[in-house]
């Protein structure tokens, strides 16, 4: 911060006699003699003062109606890894330096047009930062329009799990003791809810009504189990395929398990050749089965299998075939993938009835309670769906704590990177607690897509980069949330499961264009031919007119690009490192070095939008100002050292930077911290900035050049730190800062 420029006149014939003096020089004199009050001095200035203070805010105020645009374009300039790490700040730090350096040497050697026409060029693509995203904000609507589920419907039955990419199975229990039934049914949003896609009656139980079906999956066949019977029918049609007891008669005709089960059947895996039975005391046995008709119904026992690692007692979740010797089990406490042998510890096909403990090819303990599962081709896939090949697919986990998990297969590579977690999902704060999660293709390309429900939202997260494009109200405890497509339109349907088991709850809303926020850089054609217009106005006013006023404009475009650019690329720690260490750099420049005070110089002869002007009244020229100064710059230093130096009434200098740290901190506030406090924090922090502007402009009144940042950026973090106790807690004291 600089006071006015000021020149006294003095006769360069012979400094060293007593000066003649014209009128001017005799009233500055009267003036110093005086002992002015700071409220006096003041009263003085008050008009630029609170013209640079409003510039101030309004800086700030225009770099954070911008954001959008930066938040929506992913405009950061280290990249979303970039805003916590050390390194970037050194590099900024640097940049500054350089720059600094690089001004004073062709200053000193009187090279000022390479200086001008330089910055101008720099300064050219600096104002396209905040032309293009201002005008894309002033036209274009950034706001999504509100969702809500405007129609909801009710299925009897329980739900047995996902059917297709916008459907689910049911199954109701019927008939009466001694020959229950159930009914099992295909539902689809997109075929209407009026009436399943199919339906299918089967045999349930003696006397266990209360028994839930389970269901497992392949690509082309549902098989399901209720106990006492297993059966399977086509994917899509619902024909009854195959169908086994689980139970033999005794000698009085009672239903009795088969003597190798102990139990009812809990679960069945169908593959090509047998059937793989689940008994409650989780154990494995596979039946052999065969294709002749006279041998239909026929389990022929051959191995059994213990399976300590998953337990049955909480529940099955999920059961899906990967290929035919490897299916994906998912229980509350765990999750694997585990291996569907022929025999059980030999080979020996005339002694094939030895115990042993299950192979595992993969197994995913949970850290709290896994909620929903699914399985499906990867966002991170290296090729679309048409040509992926069928043994590389995704395991998608979510848990009742938040964290979500993906788990890669890969059947092509070798055994002992078959299976790994996919590092690149950093998903666990999406959400607190997960209910649904689903792997989708949204816009049918051929790449995948996720929709991670939970907190009473769904959140429909985009291909390899899992951007969040759209964050929609569902139903707090939804079993399952999916988008259903119809004619190029699309619903929002959520389910759940209501406590007797016995009803479905359906709710769905339309979801239209509107609703989704904009997505990746915003580059419209009439934005960025007024943002373009705009560069080019300012740039031609500044080399033909620079008067103060065009350039406070420009400056003040400049300064809201560079702080919300800022804001966005460092989180408030980093910010704040940064903010510390250029006051640190800034005090040594103009109190050691001094060469700060050279570079200012520098730039105001110059005339470039890299400071503000604060006239104290209209008829101030700064073009007729700075020419005089080079014209009549005479005055020597042994004169200078005798007077009381006394600011000047004419303007008032600020250097952009001065702005622009304060205000990174105001919009890394708003963009990192928890939205319910991040507008309070981001006002107490500007409310610092402009407390640490009043102190200094305690001393600016006085006319001593002052370094500006360490009572700017001490200021602006003060607010942070209380404003962040006040509305958000000890959790302002959490930083994450690494290298």
């Given at each position: ?54 510039m101030f805010v309004a800086t700030i105020a225009l ?612 939205p319910s406090g991040a507008t309070a924090v981001a006002i ?56």
């Amino acid at each position: 911060m600089r006071g006015s420029l000021r020149r006294v006149m003095t006769d360069g014939a012979d400094v060293g006699k007593t000066p003649r003096q014209n009128d001017r020089f005799a009233e500055v004199e009267e003036e110093l003699r005086k002992e002015d009050t700071l409220l006096e001095l003041f009263k003085e200035q008050w008009v630029g003062m609170v013209s640079m203070a409003g510039m101030f805010v309004a800086t700030i105020a225009l770099a954070s109606y911008m954001r959008p645009y930066y938040d929506v374009g992913e405009l950061k300039a280290f990249g979303s890894s970039g805003a916590s790490q050390i390194r970037y700040v050194a590099v900024e730090l640097i940049a500054i330096f350089l720059f600094t350096a690089l001004i004073i040497y062709l200053a000193k050697y009187k090279k000022d047009y390479i200086i001008k026409y330089g910055m101008m060029v720099v300064l050219t693509l600096a104002l396209l930062y905040s032309t293009i995203p201002l005008a894309h904000v002033m036209l274009i609507d950034f706001d999504a329009e509100p969702f809500e589920m405007t129609d909801q419907a009710a299925v009897e039955g329980d739900y047995i799990g996902a059917w297709g990419d916008d459907g689910f199975i049911t199954s109701v229990i019927g008939g009466a003791a001694g020959a229950y039934n159930v009914t099992m049914s295909a539902w689809s949003v997109s075929n209407g809810m009026d009436e399943p896609v199919w339906s299918m009656t089967h045999n349930h139980s003696e006397n266990e009504p209360d028994s839930r079906v389970r269901m497992s999956t392949t690509h082309d066949t549902l098989t399901f189990t209720s106990g006492a019977w297993v059966w399977t029918v086509d994917y899509e049609t619902g024909n009854l395929v195959d169908s086994y007891a689980c139970f033999v008669f005794d000698e009085e005709g009672n239903q009795q398990p088969r003597p190798e089960m102990y139990t009812g059947c809990a679960l069945a895996v169908k593959t090509n050749e047998a059937m793989y039975l689940f008994n409650t005391a989780s154990e494995v046995l596979r039946y052999n089965t065969f294709d002749e008709p006279e041998y239909a119904g026929i389990l022929a026992f051959q191995a059994r299998w213990s399976m300590s690692h998953i337990d049955f007692k909480d529940g099955i979740m999920h059961s899906q075939l990967l290929n035919d010797t490897l299916l994906f089990l998912a229980v509350p406490s765990a999750t694997g993938v585990i291996h569907l042998d022929e025999f059980a510890g030999v080979t020996d096909p005339l002694a094939p009835r030895l115990d042993g403990e299950v192979r595992m090819a993969y197994l995913q303990n949970s850290t709290s309670s896994f909620t929903s599962t699914a399985v499906g081709t990867s966002p991170f896939a290296s090729s679309n769906t048409s040509t992926l090949l069928n043994d590389q697919q995704m395991m998608l986990l979510g848990e009742e704590n938040g964290a979500i998990t993906g788990v890669e297969w890969n059947g092509s590579a070798p055994a002992e990177e078959r299976f790994f977690i996919q590092e690149r999902m950093n998903l666990n704060t999406l959400v607190s607690s997960v209910s649904s999660v689903q792997i989708v293709d949204l816009d049918e390309n051929g790449f995948t897509d996720l929709i991670i429900t939970g907190d009473g939202n769904a959140n429909l997260l985009w291909e390899t980069s899992l951007q969040n494009f759209g964050t929609f109200p569902v139903v707090s405890e939804a079993d399952l949330t999916f988008i259903s497509m119809t004619n190029d339109s699309g619903q929002l349907v959520s389910i759940s499961l209501d406590v007797t088991q016995q009803n479905i709850e359906i709710q769905y809303g339309d979801l239209q264009a509107d609703m989704f926020p904009l997505v990746g850089v915003q580059l419209e054609t009439i934005p960025v031919i007024i943002g373009l217009t705009v560069t080019l106005i300012l740039m031609i006013l500044l080399y033909v007119h620079s008067e103060w006023y065009v350039v406070n404009t420009t400056g003040v475009l400049l300064g809201a690009g560079v702080c919300v650019l800022l804001g966005v690329s460092f989180e408030p720690p980093m910010a704040i490192l940064f903010m510390i260490l250029a006051a640190i750099y800034d005090a040594w420049a103009v109190y050691k070095s001094k060469h700060m005070l050279d570079l200012a110089d520098t730039m105001i002869g110059l005339r470039l939008p890299i400071l503000l002007v604060a006239p104290q009244d209209t008829n101030y020229s700064l073009i007729e100002e700075t020419e005089q100064a080079k014209s009549k710059r005479v005055l020597s230093d042994k004169v200078q050292k005798k007077r009381k130096k006394k600011p000047s009434t004419e303007a008032m200098f600020m250097g952009l930077g001065d702005i622009i740290f304060p205000g990174m901190l105001v919009l890394s506030a708003l963009q990192y911290l928890d939205p319910s406090g991040a507008t309070a924090v981001a006002i107490s922090t500007l409310i610092g900035g402009l407390l640490g502007y009043l102190v200094l402009m305690s001393y600016v009144a006085r006319g001593k050049a002052q370094a500006g940042l360490p009572l700017l950026n001490g200021g602006a973090i003060l607010g942070y730190f209380i404003g962040g106790f006040l509305f958000i807690g000890n959790e302002i004291l959490q930083f994450n800062i690494s290298w």
